[in-house]
């Protein structure tokens, strides 16, 4: 097994401390227009959920990384505040479905707004974090390919 060197540590520790400040950046626009962080991040996910799949709270849970019962109260705090609506599957009553509201569409744009300038400012220093650690895992001795030094 590989030792990491100081070098390593660092690259890992720097690239915490970007994730991190993008994070403390989130959750203040979040709290600030009165949503919660995991309300707001099963908002994008629902407005953001790949082609072909469903809205449904299993899904959501699951690109959360969230517990099904988890994800529930998160939508009943969502639906109570006016921002999803839950739905029955047209060919599967059983099924329930989670659409934005209104209201629940504008905050989401305005927060998604804020995050996608804030992403644009502080983005690169994300990724030369991210390139450092990949780097860092190389070995010290090894040359870097010459697609990678011309970063």
Known sequence: MKRLTLSDYQALAEF??????????????????????????????????PAGARPRIGELAGRLQIRHHSAVELVNRLE???????????????????????????????LALHHHNELRSSGPSLV??????????NGAGRKRSVASTKE
């Open 128 to 137: 030369a974090a991210l390139r450092r650690v990949m780097r860092a895992g």
């Open 16 to 49: 915490r401390y970007q994730i991190r400040q993008f994070l403390h950046f989130s959750d203040r626009v979040v709290k600030k227009a009165g949503l919660e962080r995991g309300q707001y991040q099963l908002v994008l996910a629902i407005k953001g959920m």
């Open 80 to 110: 109570r505040g006016g921002f999803v609506h839950r739905e029955r599957g047209l060919d599967d009553r059983r099924e329930v479905l989670l659409t934005l509201t209104p209201k629940g569409e504008k905050v989401l744009s305005e």
